[in-house]
Nanobody, 120 residues
């Protein structure tokens, strides 16, 4: 099993900044990717940013230039620095770790979610 512990989040005014952190532990043998997703009320969960192992980072178009994802492979952590926040960024943010079980087979693990609310 893999455990994910998230921290950060909260209430911030438009234009403000927040930092989310996620630490993975447990049976981590082959992490394929780490990242963040979000789900707003009444909407599907969507990708925010991911960092594949050995690959380049991926960002949703809506957050490019405002959010920065960073990953520490030694500590198995992934952070999301969010700046210039907008009300439409309000959502529950979930940490994601994708583990490679074997060739072509992966399993996703999710954090418990942390609320980010952007409001004046």
């Amino acid at each position: 099993q893999v455990q994910l512990v998230e921290s950060g989040g909260g209430l911030v005014q438009p234009g403000g900044s927040l930092r989310l952190s996620c630490a993975a532990s447990g049976n981590i043998f082959s992490i394929n990717a780490m990242g963040w997703y979000r789900q707003a009320p009444g909407k599907q969960r969507e990708l925010v940013a991911t960092v594949p192992s050995g690959g380049s980072t991926n960002y949703a178009d809506s957050v490019k230039g405002r959010f920065t994802i960073s990953r520490d492979n030694a500590k198995n952590t992934v952070d999301l620095q969010m700046s210039s926040l907008k009300p439409e960024d309000t959502a529950v943010y979930y940490c994601n770790v994708r583990i490679r079980l074997r060739v072509g087979v992966y399993r996703d693990y999710w954090g418990q979610g942390t609320q980010v609310t952007v409001s004046s």
